[in-house]
């Protein structure tokens, strides 16, 4: 049984701090891989601003090189526009692995909008990563009021196939300040270049 850390976006585009949460979610959780689900359409973020699928998911798979992360067009492939439904393609597609939802402490102030959120909270346990500016308010979130029953204590990460979902932890790592909007202020028009890296193309620009 493969431990796959499953991380979902927009990645528009992917960049270092991606890589960073993943690679400190891949030692803290003892993973396997961490596998990015670049999504076609997320359905509670605006179409304005967005680049073309095809350049998000070049920029993914180009921040993941040399590294235990693979860059997936999953959703595109099955068709699915939310993570449940996602959720329950990639369960049923890969029983012989071990999947652990990866979020951002962002997430979790929206989560109770999320479509069937508390059954996507049974399917899987699900770590909680901590962001530059969202300290401590993860917590205090409208859907931890029902979650805070289910929190795991993050000194037994590393265990989290033994968890029976729900199961919820939160992970502190090192932060990195590296933001997708900062780099679409800095250079809108990245996805026009050769999509590799894009955060360093914007520092080439700046």
Known sequence: ?????????????????????????????????????????????????????????????????????????????????????????LTRRYPQHDFIWLVGEDIIGEFHRWKDWRTIVRTLPIAVMTRPGYSGGARAARAMGWLRHFVRSADQAKRWTAWKAPA???????????????????????????TTKPEATVRQRS
């Not at 499953?6 to 690679?23: E, Q, Y």
């Not at 959703?75 to 939310?82: D, I, K, L, S």
């Open 1 to 89: 049984m493969a431990r796959i850390g499953l991380l979902g976006g927009s990645f528009n585009p992917a960049h270092k701090g991606h890589r960073h949460i993943s690679l400190e979610a891949h030692r803290a959780l003892a993973l396997d891989e961490v596998w990015w689900l670049v999504s076609p359409g997320n359905p509670l973020k605006p179409k304005k601003g967005m680049a073309p699928y095809e350049a998000r998911l070049a920029s993914a798979r180009a921040m993941a090189r040399r590294a235990p992360i693979r860059a997936m067009d999953f959703e595109a492939r099955v068709g699915t526009r939310y993570t449940i439904d996602t959720l329950r393609a």
């Open 168 to 194: 919820i932890t939160f992970l502190t790592l090192a932060p990195d300040p590296t933001s997708a909007t900062s780099l679409r202020a800095r250079h809108p028009d990245w996805h026009e270049d050769a």
